[in-house]
T-cell receptor
Framework: DTGVSQDPRHKITKRGQNVTFRCDPI?????LYWYRQTLGQGPEFLTY????????KSRLLSDRFSAERPKGSFSTLEIQRTEQGDSAMYLC??????????????FGPGTRLTVL | GEDVEQSLFLSVREGDSSVINCTYT??????LYWYKQEPGAGLQLLTY?????DMKQDQRLTVLLNKKDKHLSLRIADTQTGDSAIYFC??????????????FGGGTRVLVKP
């Protein structure tokens, strides 16, 4: 059983560049979530999808951030004009509303972004 | 808004029991979770409890929920060095039909000494 995968695992970029991260959820999971975790803190919710529909966005998700899940499977998170404050671990999670287990979220290994 | 609080640090001797505590403010929480995070890694689900339960046991893990006091705890029996990690408590808001986000505490760093 393949878990949630994320690519790349690490990304170093210069301030002002655009970056894109990919998340592949557990197969057949219809919900997909993005969280951001800064050093020493717990993860904070950014956005989530049910199938291809983006149902909720946090106020943390500024205009420079955009997320898509075009076919209801994998998702991408793009950050435009990166700033040093964007440096964080970006975590993806998926869940199923149809399987048992209370719609529990399973997390991927994360993408660590460093903005120089 | 929702708030989840945890103590920052716990030191325990190998073989002893660990108890990690968490308090939350959202009275509409439906599920409460415990995740484990090792350095540089993602979050590993340990266990969860539905809000109408007050206890759940899963091998070495025991979760206690006091809904009146909004207090959640995780007990790890016979703590091993491999249990050294950061443990996060999280709650899920039950009110909004589409609101499925988790709100996390700041994490408790557990250090197991041999």
């Amino acid at each position: 059983d393949t878990g949630v995968s994320q690519d790349p695992r690490h990304k170093i970029t210069k301030r002002g560049q655009n970056v894109t991260f990919r998340c592949d959820p557990i197969s057949e999971h219809n919900r997909l979530y993005w969280y951001r975790q800064t050093l020493g803190q717990g993860p904070e919710f950014l956005t989530y999808f049910q199938n291809e529909a983006q149902l909720e966005k946090s106020r943390l998700l500024s205009d420079r951030f955009s997320a898509e899940r075009p076919k209801g499977s994998f998702s991408t998170l793009e950050i435009q004009r990166t700033e040093q404050g964007d440096s964080a671990m970006y975590l993806c999670a998926s869940s199923s509303t149809t399987a048992g287990g209370g719609d529990t979220q399973y997390f991927g290994p994360g993408t660590r972004l460093t903005v120089l | 808004g929702e708030d989840v609080e945890q103590s920052l640090f716990l030191s325990v001797r190998e073989g002893d029991s660990s108890v990690i505590n968490c308090t939350y403010t959202d009275s509409s929480s439906t599920y409460l979770y415990w995740y484990k995070q090792e350095p540089g890694a993602g979050l590993q689900l340990l266990t969860y409890i539905f809000s109408n339960m007050d206890m759940k046991q899963d091998q070495r893990l025991t979760v206690l929920l006091n809904k009146k006091d909004k207090h959640l705890s995780l007990r790890i029996a016979d703590t091993q060095t491999g249990d050294s990690a950061i443990y996060f408590c999280a709650e899920r808001d039950g009110i909004k039909a589409a609101g499925n986000k988790l709100t996390f505490g700041g994490g408790t760093r557990v250090l197991v000494k041999p």
